[in-house]
C-alpha cells in the first residue's frame, strides 16, 4: 500500500478547460499531479455534433496536452480509438482511479449541467476525496449570479447585470465611478445597414492543420462521417498562440467597425467585423477579460471608437457572462421550457441548405462550410423563422448545439430556448425577437436577389417571413396583447380588413403545410 504521500491528485480536464491557469492546475506541483483528459464517444455523440467542431476540441485538446507535457506535467491522454476506452467520462475517471491510485481528485466544474450531474456521482463512486472547484475563468461565479437573480426573477434583465459586472470588473469605467464615453450603453450606434456599395472586411486569419489536426480530420471523417457539415477546408485557431493572433488581427483590423456593422448581413461575406474568437473564448484558450482590456485600451489611445469598444465589451462581460448566470439558474427545466406550444418539426432544409428564401441559404451554407453563423443571422434569420414557424424548441435546441463549433449547452440553450424562441415566457427578452421580411431587407442584401419578393405581403411569391409574421402575432394574441413592447402591433392589425388578414393567415398556412419536416436522424 502506497504511503498517502507517494499517491498523486487526479486532475481530469475536460474539452472546454484548455487554461494553463485553470483552479484545479494552479497551486499544483508537477510531480504529485496526474492530469486526466479524455476524448470519448459520448461526448462525442451525444448530439451527431459538426464534424468541424469535433475535430476543434480533439485538434486543441490534443495541443494543449502536449504544451503541458513539454511544461513537465504528467498527462494521461485517452484518446478515442485507444483500446479499452470506456466512452464516458465517468467510466475513463474510473479507469484512472484504478491505474493512478490517487489520494483525490481535483476538478472545475463542468461547462454543461448534464455533465455536471456525472461530476457530482464521482464522490460516491471513488474511494477518494473529490474536490470539484468553481470555474473561476468566468467573471460572475454561479453562486454571485443566483443571489443576484433571487427576489427579481421577473426583472433579470441583462442590462442591470451588465452595469454591475461594468463595476465590478473596473472596464470601461472612469475613476469617478461613471462609465467611460459618457454611457453605459452604445446599442443605437451598432445598428448601421452595410452601405449600398457593400463592405470591405479584411479576411480574417486562418490557420492551416498541423500533423495532429489532419490525424484528428482522418478520425472524424471516419468515424463521424455520417454527421453534419464540411470538413473540406478546417481553419480554426486550436492553440493558445493561434487564438492569440486571431484576437490581435481582430482588435488591429476589425474592431473599429465591429459597432456600426454589428447587426449587418452581406450574401457570402460570413466574417464581416465580427471578432470570431467564440470558439477560442468557449475552449479557454483566450481569456474574456484580457481580451476586453486590450480593447478598451485602444479606446482610451483614441484607436478604437466607443461604440465598437463598448458594444465589444457588452458583448463578452454583460451577454456572455448574463447567459451563463442564467442557465445555471434555470436548470434543469429550461430545456424543456416551451411556453408557446411549439409542435412544428425542424424543417429538412435546415439539414439541406435547399430552400428559395436566400437570407435562410446563406446562413445554413455559412453554418455547414464554417461551423459559425455570426449573432444577427443566428438571431434574426435563423432563429426569428424558427420562432414564426413554432419550431418545436427541442428539435431547435438539437439544431444550434450540433452545427455550431462554438456551441456548448450553457450558452446555446439560453440563445435558443429564452432569447429566440421565447420559449421561457419572456424571462430573458422582454418581447419575442418577431420581425417580418423588413427587418432582413433593412440590414442585408439578401431580398434584392430573393426569389420571394420581401415587398409582396401575402399571395404567390410574397416573402414567407411577411405572413409568418402575422400568423404568429394572430395566434400568440392572448399571451402578447398585454406586454406593452408589443401591444401596438395588434391596432395594426386590427386595422386592416378580414380579407387582408385572410391572405395572411392562407398565405403563412400554405407556407406551414408545405415544408418537409427533416425528422430525428440528423441530430441524435
Ligand atoms: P462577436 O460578435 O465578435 O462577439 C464577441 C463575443 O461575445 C463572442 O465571441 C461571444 O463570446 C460573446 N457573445 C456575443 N453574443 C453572445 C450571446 N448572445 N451569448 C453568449 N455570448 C455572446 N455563442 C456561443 O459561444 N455558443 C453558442 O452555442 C451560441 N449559440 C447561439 C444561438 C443563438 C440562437 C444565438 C442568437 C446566439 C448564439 N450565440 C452562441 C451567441 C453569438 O451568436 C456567438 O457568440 C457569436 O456569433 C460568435 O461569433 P463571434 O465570436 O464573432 O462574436
Ligand atoms: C463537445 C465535446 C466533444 C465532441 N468531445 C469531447 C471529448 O471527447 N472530451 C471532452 O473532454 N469534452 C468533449 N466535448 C465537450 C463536452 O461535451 C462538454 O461540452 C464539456 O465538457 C462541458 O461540460
Ligand atoms: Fe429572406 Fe424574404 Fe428577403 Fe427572401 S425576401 S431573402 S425570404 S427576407
Redesign the pocket.
Known amino acids: 500500500m502506497p504511503s498517502e504521500k507517494d499517491q498523486p491528485i487526479l486532475v481530469p480536464i475536460l474539452g472546454d478547460q484548455l487554461t494553463r491557469t485553470l483552479a484545479s492546475l494552479r497551486g499544483r506541483t508537477k510531480d504529485d499531479t496526474v492530469v486526466l483528459m479524455m476524448e470519448v464517444m459520448d461526448e462525442a455523440t451525444y448530439v451527431k455534433h459538426h464534424k468541424q467542431k469535433i475535430v476543434l476540441i480533439f485538434s486543441a485538446m490534443r495541443h494543449f496536452a502536449a504544451e503541458l507535457e513539454d511544461a513537465g506535467w504528467t498527462v494521461d491522454y485517452v484518446r478515442l480509438d485507444d483500446d479499452g476506452n470506456a466512452g464516458s467520462f465517468t467510466g475513463e475517471v474510473a479507469r484512472a482511479v484504478e491505474e493512478h491510485d490517487p489520494r483525490a481528485i481535483h476538478v472545475v466544474e463542468a461547462g454543461e449541467w448534464r455533465v455536471q450531474q456525472q461530476m457530482e456521482e464521482w464522490a460516491d463512486k471513488f474511494d477518494c476525496e473529490v474536490e470539484i472547484l468553481p470555474d473561476d475563468r468566468f467573471v460572475c461565479p454561479i453562486a454571485e449570479f443566483r443571489e443576484w437573480a433571487d427576489g427579481r426573477e421577473a426583472h433579470l434583465t441583462m442590462e442591470s447585470f451588465y452595469r454591475d459586472m461594468r463595476r465590478k470588473t473596473g472596464l470601461l469605467m472612469n475613476e469617478d465611478g461613471k462609465p467611460a464615453g459618457g454611457d453605459w450603453n452604445f446599442d443605437k450606434d451598432n445598428r448601421e445597414p452595410p452601405p449600398k456599395d457593400g463592405l470591405d472586411p479584411p479576411p480574417r486569419p486562418t490557420f492551416e492543420p498541423d500533423d495532429i489536426t489532419r490525424e484528428v480530420i482522418e478520425l472524424v471523417e471516419d468515424r463521424f462521417g455520417d454527421h453534419f457539415g464540411s470538413l473540406e477546408s478546417f481553419e480554426w485557431p486550436v492553440t493558445r498562440d493561434q487564438a492569440e493572433k486571431a484576437a490581435d488581427a481582430f482588435l488591429s483590423e476589425r474592431l473599429e467597425k465591429?459597432g456600426p456593422y454589428?447587426d449587418a448581413m452581406v450574401h457570402g461575406q460570413d466574417d464581416l467585423y465580427?471578432?470570431?474568437?467564440?470558439t477560442s473564448?468557449?475552449l479557454g484558450l483566450l481569456d474574456p477579460i484580457d481580451l476586453c482590456e486590450r480593447a478598451e485600451k485602444l479606446y482610451r489611445d483614441g484607436k478604437a471608437p466607443i461604440n465598437s469598444v463598448e458594444g465589444?465589451v457588452r458583448?463578452?462581460i454583460g451577454?456572455?457572462e448574463y447567459?451563463r448566470g442564467f442557465y445555471w439558474y434555470h436548470m434543469p427545466h429550461l430545456q424543456k421550457a416551451n411556453a408557446l406550444n411549439a409542435q412544428r418539426g425542424l424543417p429538412e432544409f435546415f439539414w439541406t441548405g435547399e430552400t428559395d428564401m436566400r437570407c435562410l441559404a446563406d446562413c445554413i451554407r455559412s453554418t455547414r462550410d464554417n461551423a459559425?453563423a455570426?449573432?444577427i443571422q443566428?438571431?434574426m434569420v435563423l432563429?426569428n423563422f424558427c420562432l414564426l414557424a413554432g419550431i418545436d424548441p427541442s428539435e431547435v435546441q438539437d439544431w444550434?448545439l450540433v452545427v455550431?463549433a462554438?456551441?456548448?449547452e450553457w450558452?446555446?440553450l439560453p440563445?435558443?430556448a429564452a432569447?429566440?424562441l421565447y420559449a421561457d415566457g419572456g424571462k430573458l427578452a422582454t418581447k419575442p425577437y418577431a420581425a417580418s421580411g423588413n427587418y432582413i431587407n433593412k440590414m442585408s442584401d439578401y431580398c434584392k436577389e430573393c426569389t420571394y419578393s420581401v415587398s409582396k405581403k401575402t399571395g404567390e411569391g410574397s416573402c414567407p417571413f411577411n405572413s409568418l409574421y402575422w400568423h404568429f402575432m394572430d395566434r400568440h394574441r392572448d399571451r402578447l396583447e398585454s406586454n406593452h413592447r408589443v401591444g401596438r402591433v395588434y391596432a395594426t392589425w386590427d386595422r386592416m380588413g378580414d380579407e387582408k388578414k385572410d391572405a395572411y393567415r392562407d398565405t403563412a398556412q400554405a407556407f406551414l403545410d408545405g415544408l418537409t419536416p427533416a425528422g430525428p436522424d440528423y441530430a441524435r
Open positions: 465591429f454589428e465580427h471578432s470570431i474568437l467564440s473564448l468557449n465589444f458583448q463578452i451577454w456572455r447567459i459559425h455570426h449573432h443566428r438571431l432563429g444550434y455550431y462554438d456551441a456548448y450558452v446555446e440563445n435558443v432569447m429566440i
